[in-house]
């Protein structure tokens, strides 16, 4: 009989204990003064859909290990505080300040990171144009160059005529430049595309999202 009323009384226990922390992760981001969508981030999670079913002890089967060791440290508390082992929490001047500025820091990075994210998508959309324009001038100069070399195998002795040379000279050194342009363009590319590779790694949380 004893094993019997065991299984309900484990499972009474681990739904209080998953609202115990739910309660104390939610009191923890309270005390630091942080939104749950700010929480969340700090936490690894993309959105705060997640954290907030935790907090309200939503699903009462279980707390990811992992997230209450990770709260500890983004809320600057002790496993046992989340637990409800103890109630020991330092609220001292010094430490809400040097939370208050965390959380400023934080604000600071993601406003930085957005703006890197949206300069560098104007950016692309720049290449992309600059590309297009520059795709149009090597076909136009490639038409220019069959239609003249076209022009001189029906016309033999063009070459000698009044602005001849200069014609072929003229067409040859368009194409060419365009040529050009469009190396230089592809260099160009690939340097930003490396470059913003390093900002949005250097711009990445601290944690991923598992």
């Known amino acids: 009989m004893a094993e019997r009323k065991s299984a309900p009384n484990t499972r009474m226990e681990q739904a209080a204990a998953v609202r115990t922390i739910g309660a104390r992760m939610r009191q923890a981001r309270e005390l630091c003064n942080l939104s749950q969508s700010a929480a969340a981030k700090r936490l690894g999670y993309s959105n705060s859909s997640k954290l907030s079913k935790v907090e309200g002890a939503t699903d009462t089967n279980s707390v990811p290990l992992w997230l209450i060791t990770r709260a500890a440290k983004v809320y600057d508390v002790s496993v046992d505080f989340l637990f409800g082992v103890n109630d020991d929490w330092e609220t001292g001047a010094r430490m809400t300040q040097e939370r208050e500025v965390s959380a400023w820091l934080w604000e600071a990075m993601e406003k930085a990171r957005l703006r890197d994210v949206a300069t560098l998508k104007k950016l692309h959309d720049k290449l992309e144009a600059m590309g297009e324009s520059t795709a149009m001038m090597l076909e136009t100069t490639g038409d ?21 040379a200069r014609l072929m000279s003229s067409v040859g050194r368009a194409n060419g430049a365009a040529k050009g342009v469009k190396v230089k363009l592809e260099r160009f590319r690939m340097e930003c595309k490396m470059a913003a590779s390093d900002t949005l790694q250097q711009s990445l949380p601290l944690w991923d999202e598992d």
Do not use: T, W
């Open 144 to 164: 220019a160059s069959a239609a003249l070399a076209r022009f001189i195998e029906l016309n033999p002795g063009f070459e000698d005529m009044p602005g001849g």
